[in-house]
Every structure is written in structure tokens, then in C-alpha cells.
């Protein structure tokens, strides 16, 4: 199983971005997938997930400005970032759970800047 994260970089705060995931090594379509992120010096924390039927959910303090979403079909999962915050500085990582086992991205890095 691999996945590749992509999409992030230094965005102003009020700023939108938009994450990808490729997952390859999977039945993509019935796999359980999320984001997870990590800022310095914490430790990492869930954003939000997403089920093979499309079901989301996400952690409090971002609920209202990210917005998780699949496509099958290209094999890849999205995290939309709304309204940054300085505090969403961090690298965001995605991940899926198959067969029994959790894997992760290499992350890709999001700066936001006050």
C-alpha cells in the first residue's frame, strides 16, 4: 500500500488549499481513509476521516472549514482547507486503514502565515 500526499505549501491566513491522496495497493473503493496532522512540536492529531461509502466526520476544532472528499475513480481522497489559521500550520498526513493494518503518506507540509 503507498500513499502519496501532495498540495500543500505557504498560503496566507484566509486562504484555501486543497490536499491529495493517491492511494495505490488497495480495493480504493472500500477503503477506510483519513488525514491526520501534525504541528511542531505536538504530537499528531485526526482531522477527519472518510468510509468507503463516503460518510465523513471530523475533530471539533475544524469542522465548518475542512471538508474531506473521494474519488474512486482517479484512486485519490481530498481534504479542502477553508479560512486558514496560523494554527493550522503543520504537516498533514493521509492515511487508510486495509486489511487489518493502518498506513500512512509521507505528508505534505501546510504554512500558514498571520
Known amino acids: 500500500v503507498q500513499l502519496q500526499a501532495s498540495g500543500g505549501g505557504l498560503v496566507q491566513a484566509g486562504g484555501s488549499l486543497r490536499l491529495s491522496c493517491a492511494a495505490s495497493?488497495?480495493?480504493?473503493?472500500?477503503?477506510?481513509m483519513g488525514w491526520y496532522r501534525q504541528a511542531p512540536g505536538n504530537s499528531r492529531e485526526l482531522v477527519g476521516i472518510?468510509?468507503?461509502?463516503?460518510?465523513?466526520a471530523y475533530a471539533d476544532d475544524v469542522k465548518g472549514r475542512f471538508a474531506i472528499s473521494r474519488d474512486n475513480v482517479m484512486r485519490r481522497v481530498y481534504l479542502q482547507i477553508d479560512n486558514l489559521e496560523p494554527e493550522d500550520t503543520a504537516v498533514y498526513y493521509c492515511?487508510?486503514?486495509?486489511?487489518?493494518?493502518?498506513?500512512w503518506g509521507q505528508g505534505t507540509l501546510v504554512t500558514v502565515s498571520s
Open positions: 492515511y487508510c486503514e486495509w486489511s487489518g493494518h493502518d498506513f
Open positions: 495497493g488497495t480495493i480504493f473503493s472500500n477503503t477506510f
Open positions: 472518510i468510509t468507503s461509502g463516503g460518510s465523513t
